[in-house]
């Protein structure tokens, strides 16, 4: 007869306690990732019912509002996401999330990129301010206030 206890020993998966640590340091490192992975796999919260995509690659859209997306106050200069639109020497007028008027800018020639840069004439715009032309009444005085100097 068969002592079921040797048997039992021997098939068992029984941890020696020189061998505790590293099964349980693998254990919670596998844990870990598993958790890792699976809790990246969860929805996205957002606010409202509308979803939001990003846009397919190379994909241009038509706005007439241009986003300020850097300001180097030393050489009165912004740069601006969305202003391909607007040719050279167009004044803008940025406004902050509120509303208010922060600044009057003069774009520059359009650069290979899909940024645009345009000149500080006016006030001090801040990073996202909305940028749009102003009517032509505005524009007419801003062109005999803030000439080019190539053209004089």
């Keep these: 007869m068969l002592n079921t206890n040797k ?5 068992s998966l029984r941890i020696t306690k020189k061998h505790s640590m590293p099964r349980a340091l693998l254990s919670l490192a596998l844990t ?22 990003s846009a397919p690659t190379g994909s241009i859209f038509a706005t007439d509002k241009a986003i300020i997306v850097h300001v180097n106050e030393f050489d009165r200069l912004a740069t601006l996401r969305h202003a391909r639109s607007f040719s050279a020497s167009t004044f803008l007028e940025t406004r902050d999330n509120k509303g208010n008027k922060s600044a009057i800018l003069k774009t520059r020639g359009n650069r290979p990129t ?3 840069t345009a000149d500080i004439v006016e006030g001090l715009p801040k ?10 009444t505005e524009s007419i005085r801003l ?4 000439r080019d100097l190539d053209t004089e």
Excluded: F, M
């Design 7 to 11: 048997v039992a020993q021997a098939c």
């Design 32 to 53: 870990a990732a598993t958790i890792s992975l699976l809790g990246g796999c969860g929805g996205h919260v957002i606010e409202g019912d509308q979803q939001i995509r």
């Design 114 to 116: 899909g940024l645009g």
């Design 127 to 136: 990073i996202n301010d909305l940028a749009t032309p102003v009517n032509a």
């Design 143 to 146: 062109i005999k206030i803030y």
